[in-house]
């Protein structure tokens, strides 16, 4: 992939608008039922969220809600109940980037004049097609229903409870289910439905407790000093796996110096609350909890395996063994990442996605794999140019899933057999113009200290023209741009708008730069990065010098955009090589680790006072920063965030507007009163990006098409 950066493009059949681009359907949440008889999922058009359902028998999609409105309010954490009738959801919240709620109060990003709320939906699912009306069950969230149907969530920090009367309504009055000191979360019922396990959260130790009756005291199992999460039950009910880590206690880690994050996995005898280790990490870097989201950790499968992710030869895998404890045996060998892992209805086998396939291209997308625990080597599903992910695995060895491809926005498909799926057609597609898409190319360069740094390469047929060009860092940073559509909903929006960046003259180049994942866990977790160094940076760089060499790029008129960590690392571009980046947008980046650090350590003030690793770390921090070189700051910059941002605090943009004006240093600002950090409101996104559209094409010179 490496070499002279002269590369072909795909020629769009028209241009699109960027409304029409951004009007694709983003789909989410798929789950299938206990008895994987059906399966529902969340579709999201033009900001209107509505849950969809299916039959695994005949596969035809029906609507479940009727929502009509770009209300910015979430529809998540789809749950079905044991038989499959009914079915919970959760309406409104932050459920992506799950940070705490600011005073409580959920996101308002409509400018609602009435409060908005998080609220537990019940919803009737009829093999008619026509279903019934949802209706609110409670306010709360993290819904746990049992098989004697009984709901569980948490509300204020506590678990509470309300049955279930026939249909869809709330039979008794809610109540705290009982009383505990710690902030409780996670809900999970025994299969049976007479025992309640969740985690107490205490600040530098959590729990895994244990509810039975309210004469009954609270079991806690195995009380430490350490953080135990993640409770999974046995299939009989009679025991629990969870997940313990250590805990660090009050004093600070010095950040510029890598340090293991082992795990261990823990059983418990619920009747006696005898508690065993069954199996521990290694006490190295590569034995550390692996950072992927969106992955469950454990898997109590029906052979009596524990199935678990790990990291130890450098790759997120798939491990079991024995509940009785033993060596773990790798169940997904390679060189590729594992993501989305589910159970099959007998907890037999389990599906995954990986970013794995038949050629080098596959490293930046998606395809299905199933794999068993019994030393069969994993048969994949899926394979080609598409991307596969979020398996839901139903009866008959069929499996839900959601697939995208380069041009094709993401939809819910099912595989019956190899080589044979079929598309779930709810009409969204109509009209999209995804024959304007271009397809990206896959292409790598070097940085200065040898890393191989992979990007997409967006761009049109070459007109012989000379084109300004634009890099494109995505945030996280522990996420990695595709070869198409992104399953999560921030990154789709940045493969649309650079999608259009495309059509509107731009060669654009997605920097997958180093933190992120897909490349294995040395990749993610480099030397020197972030706050301890901005090692990173180098990559970005690296990625407009590749630029400068592509034939029909005008190395004069190169730009950068992103979000988030993309936001900072745009911030850093600008500030220390405006002679390369000629403009920019960040969206709500950090400007300065120093206060950000401070807050998330939340450390007394003798410990900055007092520690020389710690005034070490503060001054690297603060050179790692945008705020350190902003006098070299010269080109001009878009900031864009909403004020109600709980991930990067709204006072980043503020210090940063503030010393970009001191310096008369030209910058525009675009602010989303009540707007959270992935923005909530598709109107919200359109305008967002119509305004980083119009910025780059106006500083760069770019044609501009129609809005």
């Known amino acids: 992939m490496a070499g002279v950066p002269v590369l072909g493009a795909t020629t769009p059949t028209s241009t699109p608008t960027l409304d029409q681009v951004l009007g694709y359907p983003f789909v989410s949440e798929l789950v299938a039922s206990e008895k994987g008889d059906r399966f ?7 900001g209107v969220r509505n849950i969809w359902w299916a039959l695994a028998t005949d596969s035809k999609p029906r609507p479940l809600t009727h929502y009509t409105s770009d209300d910015g309010q979430e529809l998540t954490q789809l749950t079905f109940s044991s038989d499959g009738q009914t079915l919970l959801y959760v309406r409104g919240g932050d459920h992506d980037a799950n940070w705490p709620s600011q005073g409580n109060l959920a996101p308002n990003p409509d400018n609602s004049t ?33 098989s004697k149907g009984q709901l569980a969530y948490v509300k204020d920090g506590q678990i509470w409870a309300v049955a279930l009367g026939r249909g869809t309504s709330a039979a008794g009055n809610a109540q705290r289910l009982f009383f505990d000191r710690g902030k409780d979360d996670t809900p999970v019922w025994s299969p049976d439905g007479t025992r309640l396990a969740f985690v107490s959260e205490r600040d530098d130790h959590s729990f895994v407790g244990v509810y039975t009756t309210p004469a009954q005291p609270l079991l806690y199992l195995t009380p430490s000093t350490n953080f135990d999460y993640e409770p999974v039950w046995s299939p009989d009910g009679a025991s629990l796996v969870f997940l313990r880590q250590p805990s660090h206690g009050d004093a600070p880690e010095n950040f510029l110096v890598q340090r293991p994050d082992p795990f261990a996995i823990w059983t418990a005898d ?5 508690c065993r280790q069954v199996w521990s990490s290694p006490d190295t870097l590569a034995g550390s909890l692996p950072n992927i989201a969106g992955n469950e950790p454990l898997f109590w499968m029906a052979d009596n395996k524990l199935v678990f992710l790990a990291e130890t030869d450098n790759w997120p895998h798939l491990y079991a063994v024995d509940t009785v404890g033993g060596d773990a045996r790798l169940l997904t060998p390679g060189h590729f ?54 398996p839901a695995a139903l009866a008959e060895d069929k499996v839900a899933y959601i697939a995208a491809g380069a041009q094709r926005p993401a939809v819910v498909d099912i595989w019956t057999q190899p080589g044979s799926s079929q598309m779930l057609d709810t009409g969204s597609l109509k009209d999209y113009p995804s024959s304007a898409l271009v397809v990206p190319k896959l292409v790598s360069f070097k940085s200065p200290d040898g890393f191989t740094i992979q990007g997409q390469l967006f761009r049109q047929a070459d007109t012989g023209a000379q084109q300004p060009a634009v890099i494109f860092v995505h945030g996280g940073p522990p996420r990695q741009m595709l070869l198409g559509w992104h399953y999560r909903d921030y990154y789709s929006n940045a493969y649309a708008v650079n999608q259009y960046l495309a059509s509107q003259g731009f060669t654009v180049l997605s920097v997958n730069y180093r933190l992120g994942i897909g490349y294995g866990r040395a990749f993610q977790h480099p030397d020197h990065a972030g706050p301890a160094g901005a090692s990173e940076y180098q990559d970005v760089l690296a990625g407009a010098r590749y630029l400068q060499q592509v034939k029909g790029v005008d190395a004069h008129r190169i730009g950068i955009w992103g979000g988030s960590y993309g936001g900072y690392l745009t911030g850093l571009a600008l500030a220390r090589n405006s002679d390369v980046f000629k403009a920019g947008v960040d969206l709500h980046g950090i400007a300065n680790w120093v206060p950000d650090l401070e807050k998330s350590q939340a450390l007394p003030q003798h410990w900055w006072e007092v520690s020389a690793d710690w005034k070490e770390a503060v001054a690297t921090a603060f050179a790692a920063s945008p705020d350190a070189d902003i006098a070299k700051w010269k080109s001009p910059v878009l900031l864009i965030q909403g004020d109600d941002d709980r991930n990067v605090l709204f006072d980043q943009t503020v210090e940063l507007a503030h010393r970009l004006e001191q310096q008369h240093t030209p910058f525009e600002e675009l602010v989303l009163p009540n707007e959270i950090h992935g923005f909530l409101r598709w109107s919200n996104w359109l305008h967002a990006d119509e305004a980083t559209v119009e910025f780059l094409s106006r500083e760069l010179g770019a044609q501009t098409g129609g809005r």
Do not use: C
């Open 337 to 390: 990442m594992v993501e989305n892992v589910v159970a099959t209805p007998d907890h037999r086998k389990l599906v995954y996605s990986a970013n794995a396939g038949e050629t080098a291209d596959d490293e930046d997308r998606r395809h299905l794999f199933r794999v068993g625990t019994d030393g069969h080597a994993p048969e994949a599903l899926t394979s080609g140019d598409s991307l596969e992910w979020s």
């Open 40 to 46: 529902a999922w969340v579709e999201d058009v033009r």
């Open 114 to 146: 009435s409060e908005a709320k998080v609220a537990i939906w019940s919803v009737l699912v009829a093999v008619a097609d026509a279903a019934s009306e949802p209706v609110q069950l409670v306010e709360g969230d993290s819904p746990a229903l049992s």
């Open 270 to 274: 619920v009747a006696t609350g005898k």
